[in-house]
């Protein structure tokens, strides 16, 4: 037997804003709200448990001192990683730099709350 991730979860200071831009740079739809204010986001047609692990957008009011230990690594499905790259800053991502990869080089950047993310550079053939 063996886990696989089913869902991250990301403490955020706006999880309505942080929703709606992972929701387009992932091609998700929100799947539910909690009490909370929490906002989970995933797949269209599968949601928790599907094959790709859903986001949690969850509400924090502690400020983060320091870069995520955690890094969301994304690639583009069916076109150029540099049409990727202008549509994710034309989403708000906001470039921090460029960095050489195994296979390629990935481009360093920051969601609207300054969470870092890569773009890597080598793409898929399509959505999983």
Do not use: K
Request: net charge negative; proline share 9%; hydrophobic share 35%.
């Amino acid at each position: 037997m063996a886990c696989r991730i089913s869902e991250l979860v990301i403490e955020c200071a706006g999880p309505e804003r942080l929703a709606a831009f992972w929701s387009e740079v992932l091609g998700y739809v929100e799947l539910g709200r909690e009490d909370d204010g929490s906002i989970e986001i995933g797949p269209p047609g599968t949601g928790f448990g599907g094959p790709q692990p859903t986001l949690v957008l969850s509400p924090s009011n502690d400020p983060r001192r320091a870069q995520l230990r955690l890094r969301i690594d994304v690639s583009a499905t069916g076109h150029a990683p540099d049409a990727e790259l202008e549509r994710l800053l034309g989403l708000g991502a906001r470039p921090v730099g460029v960095g050489p990869t195994g296979a390629g080089r990935r481009h360093v950047l920051a969601d609207p709350e300054g969470n870092e993310f890569c773009l890597l550079e080598r793409g898929l053939r399509g959505p999983a």
